[in-house]
């Protein structure tokens, strides 16, 4: 395969830490003060696949995120992982992207890095998990984009076969590169950088690029380029009727049933 592999990855709320998010009502951000971050899960999936490629075609894998100095973190642990470097999309003109702005500015970092032939993307974040990104930005390009991949096949130089989740079961795609690709965890476990991998890291390059030197207009990404904007957001609690059903076990799955048949749930 002609090219380089980029890999998309946004640094997102630790997982376990999720219930400790906050909706900022007034700024229309989450409230991330005091949850450690880390690459969003389904990412590392989509690393591991990009280096499971560079064994058999390779290339290089460049690892790519948009986000605040912070994100700089979840870079080092991608080239920790084996990415070959990294490129930083930092810039306060960034910030507030909606999932279109967002590609604008994914699409600037790969157009500038050049030579991309595949890009591999997670299917969805775990923070907004819109699952659009991905889409968007083979959109940008003119790429082909495949979501949903459980399995990669390297096939020749110029296309790929793709394995996807299916409601009965699964298809194959052949696909014709330079493409897009959103993969989701069924797709490998990805692999934990050891003490030796994290100290090679620190000797990768992270390239730091601002909304110029990705070669995109100001006004094209972040809040000002983001045609959807946060507008309220309202926090459910989940109220429910208590209730515990008493005698034996026959006698409460019987009142039970009951209850359910009357609700006509059942
Ligand atoms: C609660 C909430 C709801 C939101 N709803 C919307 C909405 O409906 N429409 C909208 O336009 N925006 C929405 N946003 C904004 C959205 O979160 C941002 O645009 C974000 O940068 C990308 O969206 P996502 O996380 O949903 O990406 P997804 O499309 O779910 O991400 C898929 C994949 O794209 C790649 N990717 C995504 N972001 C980055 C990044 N910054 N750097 C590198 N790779 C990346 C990753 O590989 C990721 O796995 C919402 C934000 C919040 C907090």
């Not at 890009?119 to 949903?148: H, K, R, W, Y």
């Not at 965890?185 to 050891?194: G, V």
């Amino acid at each position: 395969m002609p090219g380089d592999i980029a890999v998309c990855i946004k640094q997102v709320p630790h997982p376990d830490c999720l219930a400790k998010l906050s909706l900022d009502a007034a700024r229309g951000t989450v409230n991330r003060e005091g949850v450690p971050a880390v690459i969003n899960p389904v990412d590392r999936n989509a690393v591991e696949a990009s280096l499971r490629l560079r064994e058999k075609l390779r290339n290089r894998v460049i690892a790519l995120t948009m986000g605040p100095p912070a994100a700089r973190k979840a870079l080092e642990d991608a080239l920790a992982m084996g990415a070959d470097y990294a490129v930083h999309l930092c810039d306060r003109a960034f910030a507030g992207a909606d999932t279109l702005a967002t590609a604008r500015a994914l699409a600037g970092g790969i157009r500038s890095t050049g030579g991309i032939a595949l890009i591999i993307c997670g299917n969805t974040t775990i923070d907004s998990g819109t699952g659009q990104v991905a889409a968007q930005l083979a959109e940008m390009l003119d790429f082909p984009c495949v979501t949903d991949i459980e399995e990669i096949m390297p096939e020749d130089g110029a296309s790929l076969l793709v394995k996807r989740a299916w409601e009965q079961g699964d298809i194959r795609v052949r696909v014709r590169l330079p493409a897009v690709l959103a993969v989701n965890a069924k797709i490998n476990q990805p692999r934990l950088p050891n003490v030796l991998d994290i100290m090679a890291a620190r000797q990768k390059e992270i390239k730091e690029w601002c909304a110029a030197d990705a070669k995109v207009e100001a006004g094209c990404v972040g809040l000002a380029g983001s045609p959807t904007q946060f507008w309220q957001a309202g926090e459910f609690h989940a109220r429910r009727q208590g209730e515990i059903l008493r005698g034996s076990p026959d006698e409460m799955v019987a009142a039970a049933v009951d209850k359910l048949k009357k609700l006509e749930l059942i």
